[in-house]
């Protein structure tokens, strides 16, 4: 069962897995987007999958699926990973698995890291107010110093078969400077992912792990409205928040030490992604 099946490239490499492995397979390929949809049609047409693909034109989170599937892909990961609401459409999509069905991805994790990006910040700068300072964005970064290795901040695992899930996250970090780095200005964090498909299997843009010659995400970068000068031995401790309400998710986070911010994003007042 391929949920979010877009244009279908995973409908197609799903098919292509089981001829190369000699599986005789039968794929739902559910898909909201009207417009993605029509793709669909014309796909399995073309490539005539009438008999081995049938078409659902439905948000996942309120279909009702006719039989248990073995295997459910997906491909709903953000640059943050959990950022684009993988979590909250996985969990409406896991009833149709098996007790022993398996999700792919299986697991992904979200990292930060302290940077200085002086450009990016002037830019976020000028647009003179709150809400630019209270947003993610997803960049490609140039001019950056990662100041220290990243860390991983909140991580999902499908199917999550635990009786009181949520999808709030919390973490506190610490990041330290080298000795030999000097002084720092901390203007933001980098965000990046890097998720279990299946197994050993790995895909993501953490730097130290990231896929070779990758070019499907780049990395989110949160801003601090007021940069932090950082000295070596002397901590930073962030603080992160994934937030969800009834109709949006959001993100908040603030620095502790060596000094504290506001809490930026309070409540979701600038940014956040609608359920």
């Known amino acids: 069962m391929v949920v979010g099946a877009g244009r279908g490239p995973l409908v197609r490499a799903s098919l292509q897995a089981a001829e190369e492995t000699g599986r005789k397979l039968k794929v739902y390929a559910v898909e909201k987007n009207p417009n993605a949809v029509v793709t669909l049609h014309s796909l399995v047409k073309l490539e005539g999958w009438e008999n081995i693909v049938t078409i659902v034109s439905c948000d996942m989170r309120s279909w009702n699926a006719p039989e248990k599937a073995d295997i459910l892909v997906s491909e709903l990961l953000g640059s943050f990973g959990d950022n684009e609401l993988s979590p909250e459409c996985l969990d409406g999509a896991q009833r149709f698995l098996k007790e022993d069905g398996i ?80 002084s720092a200005m901390v203007h933001g964090f ?55 309400g009834s109709t949006k998710v959001w993100y908040e986070w603030c620095v502790t030490s060596p000094y504290a911010s506001p809490i930026h994003n309070c409540n979701g007042r600038s940014h956040w992604v609608g359920l």
């Not at 003179?128 to 997803?138: C, I, P, Q, S």
């Not at 601090?224 to 937030?243: D, K």
Request: hydrophobic share 35%; aromatic share 14%; glycine share 2%.
């Open 103 to 182: 999700s792919i991805p299986s697991s992904y994790t979200s990292y930060i890291q302290p940077v200085t990006a002086s450009k990016l910040y002037n830019d976020v700068k000028s647009h003179k107010d709150l809400l630019h300072f209270e947003t993610a964005y997803v960049v490609k970064l140039h001019s950056v110093a990662k100041l220290s290795p990243s860390q991983p901040v909140f991580t999902f695992t499908h199917p999550d078969h635990s009786t009181k899930k949520s999808n709030q996250r919390y973490t506190k970090l610490q990041f330290e400077i080298p000795s030999d780095t000097g």
């Open 190 to 244: 980098a965000g990046y992912f890097d998720a279990t498909l299946y197994k050993d299997v790995h895909l993501g843009i953490e730097p130290s792990t990231a896929t070779p010659n990758m070019f499907s995400w780049f990395a989110i970068f949160f801003p601090l409205r007021t940069p932090v000068c950082l000295h070596p031995g002397s901590p930073l401790e962030v603080h992160f928040w994934r937030c969800c």
